[in-house]
């Protein structure tokens, strides 16, 4: 069963522009959120976090948002950069139990 | 600092057969879990082991097996391979209990390939 689904699987913006990538959950009991980078090749790469006690989290260009009402956790990239091109997964956690969504795959173009 | 190492890095396997994927944790870390990423989908978590022993499993089938030695490395073994296994096979490896998610470090995968 999809838990975390990431409905867009490719998005592509431009250089120095907001990347919005968006994630949706079905489980509430979900407490950690999580979003990975993967370049390819390369396993993920841990980016940024966000427990559900909170509704915001920024790390430099990075800034996760969470919406609990809606089950919805977005990823802002503030200014893109072409190094952003990647796949990125958001992740959802309960007790010792982690889901992925399936990626989107992030294109910035110069 | 060693990252996490997989091998090997491409592997094909035909039905019925069994295969071990080796992982070797960052220097330091003492857990170990194993991901099966399918094409076009996220990593689905198979198992993790702490200090040698099995510390939670994901939704697979006895045919998943690991283990973990006493340097920390780790293995992961699947028998009677069907073609629904071909993915690319992650390890992630950490310091201490539990999926400490934001200090996980991901290897660079095995693709095996079930003919």
């Known amino acids: 069963d999809q838990q975390v689904k990431q409905n867009s699987p490719s998005l592509s913006v431009q250089e120095g522009r907001i990347s919005i990538l968006n994630c949706d959950y079905t489980?509430?009991?979900?407490?950690?959120f999580l979003w990975y980078k993967k370049y390819p090749a390369e396993g993920p790469t841990f980016l940024i976090s966000i427990s559900s006690i909170k509704d915001k989290n920024e790390d430099g260009r990075f800034t996760v948002f969470l919406n609990k009402s809606a089950k919805h956790l977005s990823l802002h990239i503030v200014p893109s950069q072409p190094g952003d091109s990647a796949v990125y997964f958001c992740?959802?956690?309960?007790?010792?139990?982690?889901?992925f969504g399936a990626g989107t795959r992030l294109t910035v173009k110069p | 600092e060693t990252g996490v190492t997989q091998s090997p890095t491409h592997l094909i396997k035909t039905r019925g057969q069994q295969v071990t994927l080796r992982c070797s944790s960052q220097?330091?870390?003492?857990?170990v879990s194993w991901y099966q990423q399918a094409l076009g989908q996220g990593p689905q978590f198979i198992f993790q082991y702490y200090r040698e022993e099995e510390n939670g499993r994901g939704n697979f089938p006895p045919r998943f097996s690991g283990l973990q030695f006493p340097n920390y490395s780790s293995e992961l073994n699947v028998n009677a391979l069907e073609l629904d296994d071909s993915a690319l096979y992650l390890c992630?490896?950490?310091?201490?209990?539990?999926?400490?998610?934001?200090?996980?470090?991901f290897g660079p995968g095995t693709r095996l390939t079930v003919l």
């Open positions: 489980n509430s009991m979900f407490d950690y």
């Open positions: 220097s330091g870390h003492n857990t």
């Open positions: 992740a959802a956690s309960y007790n010792n139990d982690m889901r």
């Open positions: 992630a490896s950490s310091l201490g209990l539990g999926q400490v998610y934001n200090e996980q470090f």
